[in-house]
């Protein structure tokens, strides 16, 4: 009898069934890790320079800033949000969720003709959200070296970079006061701008990154304007529709660089509506400092100046707003300083947060309305003056410049304040509570043996810069 011959289909249907799996499987996976990316929420971290607490038309009647108005009152406003007195350092604050004084960058702004940067070593907040699925952009300032291409933008996590390295620059022409011209495109130098007024600028910039923006992806943009810092220049139509009520000829120009500030924003939101971003999008609004009083800014009724540590130099107006992700219309009470932005943003994406910095995350609290997880913060510690806050009490201590020696306590002053019952500083209670003076003066001395000594680097000659021609470049340390 001839034998049957052998069925193999089965086999080859088993093995068919599996490969469908097998790509079924795979496919199901890509699709849920392209959700996951196209889920998590976009975020717009707006930072203005020096902006003083009462340069919102929500604290100030000279102020016209409808937009910022309307967003603080309908998101969650931070009522003690805290800042670095410097530019430089609160901006090294922001992007790494460490305290300035743990980085040797609590002394002083990175100035231009200095070869300081931001420690190479360290995981900047855009690094974190690339891995996240984000397309990161920053727009304006970046004010944390650039001496080295390495330690520019697009070195450090930023997929595109509009803006200025420096500071100190005019509205108009970009350039400093020695006449070298500051604003790039992507590492270039860009002078099409040039003569068009910064807030301007840089608004038309985020809008075309926001209108740009593959939207099967997260945004994540940085929008640094050079407003409100000195010098005090606005286009006088701002002057004319939004600020002739004010008579004082320095405020009055500073409330039409507010007015051209809010509209700048206004604008960029209205490109993410258009977009569809918007509904998804987490917006976040801080300043770098304190205003400026001497150049028309107001921090009242807080005490002191952009560069102290008075609570003028470094509480500045935030808060936040989105239209899903959190619980509106409350003003938030906890500490919140600005080392917490970098976990405070990584857990709205949805990422882990880093080990060993300084700054919690905030995301719960503000999400939830509960109490913060911050029960101290550090404003800076420097050689001559430190101070930090634990619960409601403040301590501010100060050295003669000239003392001899660093470690030396003959010359200290110290001032202690109850910020909850005095939040303007006008009672100093170091004599009258002498038991919570060196509890606090403890707590300063434990801190300080934490510090990162700074390290200070000489100017650079302009001559000495092998790419300077009348431009601020890198390549040169």
Known sequence: ????????????????????????????ALAVT????????????????????????????????????????????????????????????FLTGIYPFHMGLQHENMEADTPAFLPANLILLPQYLKNLGYRTNLIGKWHLGFCNFAYTPRSRGFDSFVGFFTDDLDYYTHRDKNGIYDFRYNGEEDFLDQGNYSTEILGKWAQEVVTNHDVGSPLFLMLSFQAMHSPAQVPETYVNQSCSHVTDPARRDVCGMAAALDKAIDGVLSSMAQ???????LVIFTSDNGGLTAGGSSNAPLRGDHGELWEGGTRVPSFIS?????????????????????PTILSVAGGEIPVGIDGVDQWPALRDRSLGPRSEMVYNIDLNQSAIRVGDFK??????????????????????????????????????????????KARLDQLRQTLVPAEDKPPTSLKDHPNYDRVWASGWC
């Open 275 to 281: 977009k569809g971003l918007l509904e998804n999008t």
């Open 34 to 93: 392209m959700r996951k990316s196209a889920a998590r929420p976009h975020i717009l971290f707006i930072v203005a320079d020096d902006l003083g607490w009462s340069d919102l038309g929500r604290s100030s009647e000279d102020m016209r800033t409808p937009t910022l108005d309307d967003l603080a009152a309908n998101g969650v406003f931070l009522n003690w949000s805290y800042v670095h007195p410097l530019d430089s350092p609160t901006r090294a604050a």
């Open 395 to 440: 301590l501010i201590q100060s050295r003669a410049a000239d003392a001899s020696d660093e470690n030396s306590k003959e010359s200290d002053e110290y001032h202690l304040y109850n910020l909850a019952q005095d939040p303007g500083e006008n009672e100093d209670l170091a004599s009258k509570a002498p038991k919570k003076l060196e509890e606090m």
């Open 1 to 28: 009898m001839p034998e049957k011959p052998r069925r193999e289909w089965p086999l080859l249907l088993i093995l068919f069934i599996f490969i469908y799996i097998a790509v079924l499987v795979a496919f199901v």
């Open 322 to 342: 989105s239209r899903t992700l959190v619980v509106n219309h409350y003003v938030f009470q906890g500490l919140f300083h600005a080392v917490d932005w970098l």
